[in-house]
């Protein structure tokens, strides 16, 4: 029920003279970010969101300085492609912007990733296969850092029960 009065006061704070230059610059970047997961690749856009819109010049806010520099790579054919649909983008600034979204979207939480039973096995063998060298050695480590994450929720798990 809370987002039924939010739309109502947002569609009737639409519809006042006061408001209604900044919900149609809204909608404008709203499309326009449309536009650039349509155009941009598939790979990049799902890491870069629109930063903003004035006077021609468009800015994308990516993850990461990878993924700003292969985009920057593509802002050619990004200009030409936003010209074709209609939005009079005359330049793009690529910017870099860590974090601005919720790491939990891209699936990034506190928590270390755990190697199934499959990938133990498979690096146990390897471990076992490679002369002694820094790379045996990391493994080893690896190996023995996930057997003591798995042995240590084992028993908090008993404990609780």
Not at 50 to 73: H, M, P, V, Y
Request: aromatic content about 4%.
């Amino acid at each position: 029920m809370t987002a039924r009065k939010i739309n109502f006061y947002l569609g009737a704070m639409r519809l006042t003279p006061e408001h209604q230059r900044l919900f149609s610059h809204a909608d404008l970047l709203t499309a326009m970010h449309q536009a650039f997961v349509k155009i941009a690749p598939p790979q990049l856009a799902q890491r870069c969101v629109s930063g903003g819109f004035s006077e021609g010049n468009l800015t994308i806010c990516a993850d990461n300085g990878a993924i700003a520099a292969k985009l920057r790579q593509t802002v050619p054919s990004l200009l030409l492609k936003f010209h074709a649909m209609g939005y009079e983008v005359t330049a793009i600034r690529i910017t870099v912007q860590a974090n601005y979204r919720n790491n939990r979207a891209h699936g990034i939480s506190g928590k270390k990733p755990k190697i199934g039973p499959a990938g133990m096995e498979s690096l146990n063998d390897l471990a076992m296969e490679l002369p002694q060298s820094p790379l045996k050695t990391a493994i080893e480590s690896l190996l023995k850092k996930q057997r003591m994450g798995r042995s240590g929720r084992n028993h908090s798990d008993s404990d609780t029960q």
